[in-house]
């Protein structure tokens, strides 16, 4: 594997662990909350963003405007399943949630989660660092590159490796701090 296909791979990862961190409440309003949200829709798994305009009317609601009006009970029925620990209400042309304050044990519970999904995304990147050394390590058995080029190589791979589970260490740490930040302020 090329240096630059390695860190495209590495950068599609992180993108992909910082969508799933998006979708953690902190205890404001956002759209990205219902990403997860999927709508039995004529009979396929459809997200919610497909079939409805989503937005934040303040900092506490969220509103729902399907574009079908005959899928509002479906979608308000998927968001009352969902993990999510928010109730919508349906007026009958828009569906309301409003975003309460999350509690301490809500907030550590969502540390957790964020924790898994940062493992998640260093478990990838992991995985692709696997697969760019076996290719060397294949290169060199087949005699396409010599012993200390594929050990220079494959150090390489392991600092691009290291960099990039450092950037989701940081991302992590700054989505703690932002799970946590209105918890400590209210306890100030």
């Known amino acids: 594997m090329k240096e630059k296909e390695i860190q495209e791979n590495m950068n599609k990862s992180i993108e992909a662990t910082q969508r799933n961190f998006n979708t953690i409440r902190t205890g404001r309003a956002n759209a990205s ?19 409805a305009t989503i937005s934040t009317v303040d900092s506490q609601t969220i509103s729902i405007q399907p574009f079908d009006i005959s899928c509002l009970q479906a979608i308000e029925k998927s968001i009352s399943m969902s993990d999510l620990g928010i109730t919508p209400n349906n007026d009958g042309k828009v569906i309301r949630i409003n975003v309460p304050p999350v ?21 990838a990147l992991r ?62």
Do not use: M
């Open 33 to 51: 909350l219902l990403d997860r949200v999927s709508v039995e829709y004529y009979g396929a798994e459809t997200p919610i963003k497909s079939l």
């Open 103 to 123: 509690t301490e044990e809500r907030r550590k519970e969502f540390c957790k989660w964020a924790s898994k999904y940062a493992e998640e995304g260093k478990v």
């Open 127 to 188: 995985n692709i660092r696997r697969d760019a050394v076996d290719k060397e390590k294949k290169d060199e058995k087949d005699g396409l590159i010599s012993i200390d080029e594929s050990r220079d190589n494959q150090s390489e791979i392991q600092k691009i490796t290291d960099k990039y589970i450092s950037l989701i260490e940081t991302k992590l740490s700054e989505k703690e701090k932002e799970i946590l930040k209105v918890w400590q302020n209210l306890t100030l």
